[in-house]
């Protein structure tokens, strides 16, 4: 279409409406007018400025399609990764309200618990203190073997944890409203075993303070066995420290509390993860959707600015041809019939006026 500018159609309109043309001599020579008087079909110049403006409109066609061979498969790559990330956002979503849902049921049951007066993590350090604390009481306790001083530090570290240990079981058994089998024999057979132990602890104690002289090192007045008996009071007090310690800290159902607070810590884990895996699935299709739109209205923009420039195609052919006819009336006196005619001006197929979203596969079903 450049070629067909307004000042040059004007100039073949004023030609072709002549009743005369140019000679050498005698200058002017009478011809026929273009169109012809009683032409009904278009003027040729008209014509072939309709193909010229078909094959600007073909080209421009050509250009989209080759441009829309990347943009369209990228578009849809988009809308799959949109439509994934879609349906793992929904998935996650239910997931995080699923487990709200049991966290608030176990967070319910966990809150209705009577919590013991003192919490297991204090529990658990009153009874290192105990065994560290008694240490310094039963570390000769074993000299009396002659062993090395290694060995006769790992018998006292025994001893020490022993008798932390059994207190420990001792006051989980007697805590309990329904003892199992077990916690009915350590209520038993506990005290019996605690007495063995702490009378061989204070024969051997008696036996190392006969064979030291401890009354002499001293310089107390009382005997061995007196000194033995001391130190067993005070293991034995240290025995019942534990037992305590352990009573307090221990619920009187202790298999149901633990296994509704082992529930509320699973429940409160799971729901932290899904909550966090909701939010990153969320951020993903926030991404994805922006990506989406970003590529849409990108394709979308490219595809109306060829429209708009076939349409302008269009538009400037019906003004050049408006222009022909106008020049071309001026120069004559009649009116061809093809004049009374709207121009058959070149039509935009509509397979380029409407964009195809469509991102199915052939023979895919949606």
Same mark, same amino acid.
């Given at each position: 279409? &450049?070629?067909?500018?307004?000042?040059?159609?004007?100039?073949?309109?004023?030609?072709?409406?002549?009743?005369?043309?140019? /000679?050498?001599?005698?200058?002017?020579?009478?011809? /026929?007018?273009?169109?012809?008087?009683?032409?009904?079909?278009?003027?040729?110049?008209?014509?072939?400025?309709?193909?010229?403006?078909?094959?600007?409109?073909?080209?421009? $066609?050509?250009?989209?399609?080759?441009?829309?061979?990347? !943009?369209?498969?990228?578009?849809?790559?988009?809308?799959?990764?949109?439509?994934? %990330? &879609?349906?793992?956002? =929904?998935?996650?979503?239910?997931? #995080?309200?699923? %487990?709200?849902?049991?966290?608030? #049921?176990?967070?319910?049951?966990?809150?209705?618990?009577?919590?013991?007066?003192?919490?297991?993590?204090?529990?658990?350090?009153?009874?290192?203190?105990?065994?560290?604390?008694?240490?310094?009481?039963?570390?000769?306790?074993?000299?009396?073997?002659?062993?090395?001083?290694?060995?006769?530090?790992?018998?006292?570290?025994?001893?020490?944890?022993?008798?932390?240990?059994?207190?420990?079981?001792?006051?989980? $058994?007697?805590?309990?409203?329904?003892?199992?089998?077990?916690?009915?024999?350590?209520?038993?057979?506990?005290?019996?075993?605690?007495?063995?132990?702490?009378?061989?602890?204070?024969?051997?104690?008696?036996?190392?303070?006969?064979?030291?002289?401890?009354?002499?090192?001293?310089?107390?007045?009382?005997?061995?066995? =007196?000194?033995?008996?001391?130190?067993?009071?005070?293991?034995?007090?240290?025995?019942?420290?534990?037992?305590?310690?352990?009573?307090?800290? /221990?619920?009187?159902?202790?298999?149901?509390?633990?296994?509704?607070?082992?529930?509320?810590?699973?429940?409160?884990?799971?729901?932290?993860?899904?909550?966090?895996?909701?939010?990153?699935?969320?951020? @993903? !299709?926030?991404?994805?959707?922006?990506?989406?739109?970003?590529?849409?209205?990108?394709?979308?923009?490219?595809?109306?600015?060829?429209?708009?420039?076939?349409?302008?195609?269009?538009?400037?052919?019906?003004?050049?041809?408006? %222009?022909?006819?106008?020049?071309?009336?001026?120069?004559?006196?009649?009116?061809?019939?093809?004049?009374?005619?709207?121009?058959?001006?070149?039509?935009?197929?509509?397979?380029?006026? @409407?964009?195809?979203?469509?991102?199915?596969?052939?023979?895919?079903?949606?």
């Amino acid at each position: 279409m &450049r070629k067909y500018t307004h000042r040059r159609v004007v100039r073949k309109g004023k030609k072709d409406g002549r009743d005369w043309r140019y /000679t050498i001599w005698p200058f002017k020579r009478e011809k /026929t007018p273009e169109p012809k008087t009683d032409q009904k079909i278009p003027a040729q110049y008209e014509i072939e400025i309709m193909k010229a403006a078909e094959n600007d409109i073909a080209l421009q $066609a050509e250009k989209w399609k080759e441009i829309d061979k990347d !943009l369209k498969p990228t578009y849809c790559t988009a809308v799959t990764e949109a439509e994934l %990330a &879609r349906k793992t956002s =929904q998935k996650e979503t239910e997931e #995080a309200q699923a %487990a709200q849902i049991e966290f608030n #049921a176990a967070k319910k049951k966990y809150e209705a618990l009577s919590l013991p007066r003192l919490s297991a993590k204090w529990g658990n350090i009153w009874l290192i203190f105990i065994a560290l604390a008694e240490f310094p009481l039963n570390r000769v306790v074993f000299n009396v073997f002659a062993e090395s001083q290694i060995l006769t530090l790992i018998f006292a570290a025994g001893l020490c944890v022993m008798l932390p240990l059994f207190g420990h079981f001792m006051g989980v $058994a007697l805590r309990q409203e329904f003892r199992n089998r077990t916690e009915k024999i350590i209520l038993i057979a506990m005290p019996a075993i605690m007495a063995f132990v702490l009378a061989v602890t204070a024969f051997l104690r008696g036996k190392y303070f006969e064979v030291l002289k401890i009354q002499n090192i001293i310089g107390v007045s009382l005997t061995p066995m =007196q000194l033995t008996i001391i130190f067993m009071i005070i293991n034995v007090l240290f025995f019942f420290a534990a037992m305590i310690v352990s009573f307090e800290s /221990t619920h009187p159902q202790k298999s149901q509390y633990a296994a509704i607070v082992n529930r509320y810590r699973m429940a409160l884990k799971r729901l932290e993860k899904e909550a966090a895996e909701a939010t990153d699935a969320g951020k @993903t !299709l926030k991404r994805a959707e922006i990506k989406l739109q970003r590529l849409r209205q990108k394709r979308l923009k490219m595809h109306e600015q060829f429209v708009q420039m076939m349409r302008s195609i269009v538009d400037n052919a019906e003004w050049l041809i408006s %222009a022909y006819r106008a020049a071309n009336l001026r120069e004559r006196k009649d009116i061809p019939p093809c004049f009374l005619n709207q121009p058959q001006l070149s039509q935009i197929p509509d397979n380029l006026l @409407t964009l195809d979203w469509n991102c199915e596969k052939p023979g895919e079903k949606s």
